[in-house]
């Protein structure tokens, strides 16, 4: 009930194109549901974050949409260029612990 | 505002020995969190420390412990290192874990490989 399943586990996206990750929880007392991003040999960096009651919310080229009812939360990136290429996790906060979802390995060819 | 910075970057050892990771948070942060990212992998909780008290563990082994100092630095220690030990281990600060007005800040991480 503390897992957050993240999909697909890797995505090739053209530059240009969207880019669509989704994570699905079952634990409705999750109150924080942030993106972090990260590239080959840094730490992950906080991308975007939402509150459940908000059903999206949108920072330049990166949306996430929250479907409470469905328990699923998704990031979307619109105009997905080549420095996007990052690893993407998920995750979700609950009494203060943060459940990560495993990682979305996202390539963006030129 | 200076990041989180972990040190050393990188650090070879042997099976069995011992290792001691360092990690200096955010100025005004209180909490620290180490977490194990094996190459390729997601990322696996390993401590959190709060104003000083280890507040809550994952699913590793004793030898894998830490501390947090009181001007909120920490270490991590891992003793009789084991070959599937080798990862890269992040470092995160934060007010407050995971919450919305408070996110973490990662540290680049240390890059252990033991052979």
């Known amino acids: 009930q503390q897992q957050v399943k993240q999909s697909p586990q890797s995505l090739i996206v053209q530059k240009g194109g969207i880019s669509i990750i989704n994570c699905a929880y079952e634990?409705?007392?999750?109150?924080?549901f942030p993106w972090y991003q990260q590239f080959p040999g840094k730490g992950p960096a906080l991308l975007i974050a939402?509150?459940?009651d908000v059903s999206e919310k949108k920072e330049g080229r990166f949306t996430i949409s929250f479907n409470k009812s469905a328990k699923q939360f998704s990031l979307h990136i619109m105009d997905s260029q080549p420095g996007d290429s990052a690893t993407y996790f998920c995750?979700?906060?609950?009494?203060?612990?943060?459940?990560w979802g495993a990682g979305t390995k996202l390539i963006i060819k030129p | 505002e200076a990041g989180v910075t972990q040190s050393p970057t990188h650090l070879i050892k042997t099976r069995g020995q011992q290792v001691t990771l360092r990690c200096s948070p955010i100025s005004g942060h209180t909490s620290v969190y180490w977490y194990q990212q094996a190459l390729g992998l997601g990322l696996q909780f390993l401590l959190w420390?709060?104003?000083?008290?280890?507040?809550n563990r994952g699913n590793f082994p004793p030898r894998f412990s830490g501390r947090q100092f009181p001007n909120y630095s920490s270490e991590l220690n891992v003793n009789a290192l084991e070959l599937e030990d080798s990862a890269l281990y992040l470092c995160?600060?934060?007010?407050?874990?995971?919450?919305?007005?408070?996110?973490?800040?990662f540290g680049n991480g240390t890059r252990l490989t033991v052979t």
């Open positions: 634990n409705t007392a999750f109150d924080y």
């Open positions: 995160a600060s934060s007010r407050r874990q995971g919450s919305y007005n408070s996110p973490l800040h």
């Open positions: 420390y709060d104003e000083g008290e280890e507040r």
């Open positions: 995750a979700a906060s609950f009494n203060y612990q943060l459940i």
């Open positions: 939402i509150r459940p």
